[in-house]
């Protein structure tokens, strides 16, 4: 079971590597990270780089695609080399899913239209104008869609689908291995738990974030 | 304030991304990954590398030192130029940190010695026979010395020392940006809460695995 990773410039770490984390302990998992060029691919804020040891044109058929998201996703939103290659590789793809604005190359690509799917919490309404339906949940299957929130929701993601390819003693397992049994210091991980103002004020600067 | 990540070879992708995502968020971080030599390091599957910008030599100061875990830790375990290096950095760190196994090298470079502290579930046994004091917590402060339990851990003990470092407004903040509002599938992320079985048969491996 082939599992491409997806990398760009400027994407957000814990988006590919939380998923990652989980399904690359699949039973056969053979996990690749994929960008347009092989070498380092720099994240978000610069301080970090994932190696991409396959280019998307040599990983053809992966069973699993893993799309991170990030400030870089918004770069990436007319690149043909990189829709052209996910509307490919969907073709075969057992499981089609992102993390955070991953979805929206998904939905750019056009794989998201009619669905049910999920996003950035600030993202949700772009990946609405592609023709998707946005669901405020944290994990949302369709069909073999899978579209996760935001950063830390591929962890999440990774897990459920685990889950559903490995069984869930299986998943169970692995939930035991990482020890995820998180226990957050604050509760204001949503737009439905943070105050009100601060929520107000991200979705202010969005405008210019998100494009 | 220089955030220095420590590399080693087999080392557990979140283990240090975690951390990480939510530390790199704080006012004025300088995040580096620092391993023995520079350039790519691969982690414990052997399916991802992540990318060393200097060398340990070249990172004499940092202000936050972030040790991972993972099943390269016991090779490094008696690794001079590592354990000399963190003794080193220890002396003028305001806070020195580990995820999952990764305190078994912060206890084998003598940091540790009456501290209480915490690692993998399965190896609280070992970080004692150091001289440390294990607790069962996820995220355990002795002064400065932050330790964290099992590879995702390092989420909760990033964000919490976040909120020492940043106040807990701006850890809030980044709880909302990066949507930690976590759900898991299943509640067996911890030995208490896992069949006794399965943690049993864990318990039995691991003295293979650790040592």
């Known amino acids: ?59 053809p058929a992966p069973d699993v695609v893993i799309v991170p998201g990030g400030p870089g996703q ?10 052209g290659w996910l509307r490919t590789v969907d073709a075969t793809s057992t499981w089609t899913t992102s993390v955070c604005t991953g979805s929206l190359l998904l939905a750019a690509a056009g794989l998201l239209t009619g669905r049910r799917a999920t996003s950035h919490w600030l993202a949700l309404d772009v990946l609405e104008t592609f023709g998707a339906a946005p669901t405020g ?22 897990l459920t689908l685990l889950g559903r390819i490995a069984g869930d003693e299986h998943a169970r397992t692995v939930q035991l291995l990482t020890e995820y049994d998180p226990q957050p210091p604050y509760d204001c991980g949503s737009p439905e738990k943070a105050p009100a ?15």
Not at 20 to 36: H, K, Q, T
């Open 1 to 59: 079971m082939q599992i491409a990773v997806v990398l760009f410039d400027r994407f957000t770490a814990l988006d590919a590597v939380g998923p990652y984390e989980m399904l690359s302990r699949a039973p056969g998992a053979e996990p690749v990270f994929v960008a347009e060029r092989t070498g380092a691919v720099r994240n978000d804020s610069g301080s970090l780089s994932l190696v991409a040891d396959r280019t998307l044109a040599d990983t």
């Open 137 to 158: 949940e944290r994990v949302v299957f369709d069909g073999k869609y899978v579209t996760a929130a935001g950063v830390s929701a591929g962890i999440d993601m990774g």
């Open 197 to 211: 103002a601060m929520v107000g004020e991200w979705r202010a600067r969005s405008r210019f974030i998100l494009t």
């Open 74 to 83: 918004s770069d990436q939103m007319e690149n043909q080399a990189l829709l």
